[in-house]
């Protein structure tokens, strides 16, 4: 049966292996494959028993008129050996430039989420969009996002009454902020906002990068996300602050 997941995955695949060719003339940022690694843990034993682990990869590839984006996310608590968060996360995206300096783009895009401790099965939402460089100098950009797609949620608690899965049109903006406060330190800041017919959802990612070696850093981050209607007994909101070694590659 067709479904959400067949399609975001069909749209990927097609515009990842199957690009149309814009050349550009100029480009400043390097070809080829580029990203990032980062990892924390952290347990306490005591009064208290907490076990904390995050872990990310962001895995990039750039040509001359085109990039493709990845994200993968873990997230796992637990207090007292009790479990308080488990959370995977996966974002990929294609952008597809249209003038030499890369200002302009459309993109496909697919977000897939679990999270057992909200009750979410499987969150999937697949996108096409805009996106524009709205403000850049050497140490600042700041880049605007608009787009609309379709997205399906199921919930492991379906069964009850007021928690059902949804299959609904959505639509996402989204603006990342980043500005190199010196050689040393980085701060990055997005706000991503997703809108259906009576259905909210925010996050918010504030984070410092602190430069210790070539390429190893340290990052302090706090993650805000806001909920207007999630599963039943689960909290509108949800917060995450975080210091992970991070490494570029």
Do not use: C
């Amino acid at each position: 049966m067709f479904s959400i997941r067949s399609l975001a995955a069909a749209m990927m695949v097609n515009t990842a292996f199957f690009p149309s060719h814009v050349h550009s003339k100029e480009d400043s940022k390097p070809h080829g494959f580029y990203g990032n690694g980062e990892a924390g843990y952290n347990s306490n034993a005591g009064s208290t028993n907490n076990t904390s682990f995050y872990g990310a990869v962001k895995l990039n590839y750039r040509e001359e008129d085109y990039e493709l984006k990845s994200i993968f996310e873990i997230n796992y608590k637990t207090a007292n050996k009790v479990q308080t968060q488990e959370r995977y996360q996966a974002d990929l995206q294609r952008n597809q430039f249209y003038n030499s300096e890369q200002n302009y783009y459309s993109f496909v895009s697919g977000q897939f989420e679990r999270n057992h401790l909200e009750e979410i099965d499987l969150d999937a939402t697949a996108l096409l969009g805009l996106g524009k460089n709205i403000y850049k100098t050497e140490n600042t950009l700041l880049i605007g996002e608009m787009g609309i797609g379709y997205q399906s949620i199921s919930y492991t608690v379906a069964e009850e009454k007021s928690t059902k899965n949804q299959n609904q049109i959505t639509g996402r903006l989204k603006l990342d902020f980043t500005h190199k406060i010196n050689d040393i330190v980085n701060f990055t800041q997005n706000i991503i906002y997703f809108t259906r017919i009576d259905h909210t959802k925010i996050e918010t990612n504030t984070g410092f990068k602190i430069k210790v070696a070539n390429n190893m850093g340290v990052k302090i981050a706090y993650k805000y996300r806001y909920n207007n209607k999630p599963a039943i007994n689960i909290k509108t909101t949800n917060t995450q602050s975080s210091v992970t070694l991070i490494y570029d590659f």
